[in-house]
């Protein structure tokens, strides 16, 4: 081999060293910009995630509210209490003598005109006594008309020596002094011919025999009725006038201003479901029962039918007009604080305002508030106790059919001033009160 080839082959060698060398240079360079570039988009990747979790978290920081309006109240209050109907007349019948029932001739259920025999009592004591009476007017009566026989023969002999005036004046006092016995003979007759009139127990006023404790062969005491083994009371009849029924209300103090003698109700009783009957204002006791602040008002209503029956209970439903500007809010908007009973409002940069009002009738499920919000105020409903004055929220819609609306109020019409807080008028004559219709 020549020199010439030789040096051919080096150079060829190192030619190849060189282009390798290069490879390996190119290939880490690749190598560490792919792992830039994988490195710059780790970095942002985890700066954007960063981001995202901070946007994320301070958005979850702010609360979710849900805002209503204020609503005007209803142009129409409905009031449902619990009444009692009880008759217009009701009267226990207690025996004034004693002695044994010896017959009774009213039951259950009898209509009685007045002055009908429901019972018969059997007094051999009282007889006795009112023979003793009768006698005892008798002899006073005999022993009379013998001192005036006397005393005018006395008076006769006055003026002679026979007599002195001081004999004719005892025999005339004699005489006045067995009147005075006569007078209480006659009176004593008369009260035992009284107590004998009360062995027919009759009834008082027309009416149905409401309760019969009475029968042949009890032992009645005078003013005490039935008297039982163990020594117990009752009375023997119980009568009641049911041809108008008495109706009492406890009107609650926050309601006292729909009473008025206009007032009219409609009830409904248990043994008559599908039925209203119409009650009429009667009276009212016009003060206030400590305990319960409540008035008792009294309503008539007719019964000439006689379905009601007395002592039965009944719901009444009472209406009146209602003021449409008096603005009402759910209970759960309220919120009740040491600074006093607030609602939470939301202003225009969604930050929360808290304000003290006014609260008027409790509605049930609402409430009156009388000062403090405006028809257009943003209320939060059903705020949590955490919540902030100036605090930032974030509103969102309520569930239908659950939440209050939370549309703006419509623009109402004005309605005419009322001051009667009464029911539809009525022109008949109201009945007196205490007495028969």
Do not use: C
């Not at 009849?237 to 009473?259: C, E, L």
């Not at 225009?348 to 919000?373: C, I, K, M, P, Y």
């Amino acid at each position: 081999m020549t020199p010439e080839h030789d040096n051919t082959g080096g150079v060829d060698a190192k030619e190849k060293a060189a282009a390798a060398a290069r490879k390996r240079k190119m290939g880490f360079a690749i190598v560490a910009g792919v792992a830039g570039v994988l490195v710059i988009m780790g970095l942002v990747q985890r700066h954007s995630a960063y981001m995202q979790l901070a946007q994320e978290t301070a958005h979850d920081a702010v609360p979710v509210v849900q805002v209503i309006y204020p609503q005007p109240g209803p142009d129409e209050r409905e009031l449902s209490l619990p009444a009692n109907i009880a008759a217009w007349y009701q009267a226990p019948i207690y025996a004034q003598v004693s002695g044994y029932v010896k017959m009774w001739y009213k039951d259950f259920g009898a209509r009685v005109k007045a002055g009908d025999v429901l019972a018969e009592i059997d007094t051999p004591g009282l007889d006795a006594q009112y023979a003793a009476a009768k006698a005892n007017y008798n002899v006073a009566l005999a022993r009379y008309k013998l001192a005036q026989i006397t005393a005018r023969r006395w008076k006769a002999l006055q003026g002679t020596q026979a007599v002195s005036q001081q004999e004719v004046d005892v025999q005339a006092a004699n005489a006045e002094a067995e009147k005075a016995q006569v007078e209480a003979a006659q009176h004593d007759v008369e009260r035992y011919a009284a107590l004998e009139a009360f062995k027919k127990i009759v009834a008082p006023f027309d009416g149905i025999v409401t309760s019969r404790m009475a029968d042949v062969g009890d032992y009645v005491n005078a003013g005490r009725g039935d008297v039982d083994s163990r020594g117990n009371a009752t009375e023997l009849f119980s009568v009641a006038d049911v041809h108008a029924m008495r109706v009492f209300v406890a009107v609650p103090q926050d309601y006292a201003d729909i009473i008025s003698p206009r007032l009219q109700a409609n009830l409904i009783v248990p043994q008559y479901p599908e039925r209203t009957f119409k009650a009429r204002y009667l009276a009212t006791a016009s003060a206030f029962n400590p305990n319960t602040r409540t008035v008792t008002t009294e309503l008539v209503l007719d019964n000439k039918g006689g379905e009601l029956w007395p002592n039965s209970y009944a719901t009444a439903t009472f209406r009146a007009p209602a003021d449409p500007d008096q603005l009402i809010l759910p209970e759960g908007a309220i919120v009740f604080r040491q600074e006093g009973t607030q609602v939470a409002l939301v202003d225009d940069s969604n930050h929360v305002h808290l304000v003290n009002v006014a609260l008027g009738r409790d509605l049930g499920t609402t409430v009156e508030v009388q000062r403090g919000v405006k028809k257009t105020d943003r209320v939060i409903n059903n705020p949590s106790a955490g919540l902030l004055d100036g605090q930032l929220v974030r509103i969102v819609k309520g569930t239908p059919g659950y939440n209050a609306p939370s549309v703006l109020p419509k623009k109402t019409p004005d309605i005419s001033k009322d001051d009667t807080r009464a029911m539809p008028e009525d022109n008949r004559a109201m009945p007196e009160a205490g007495g028969r219709q």
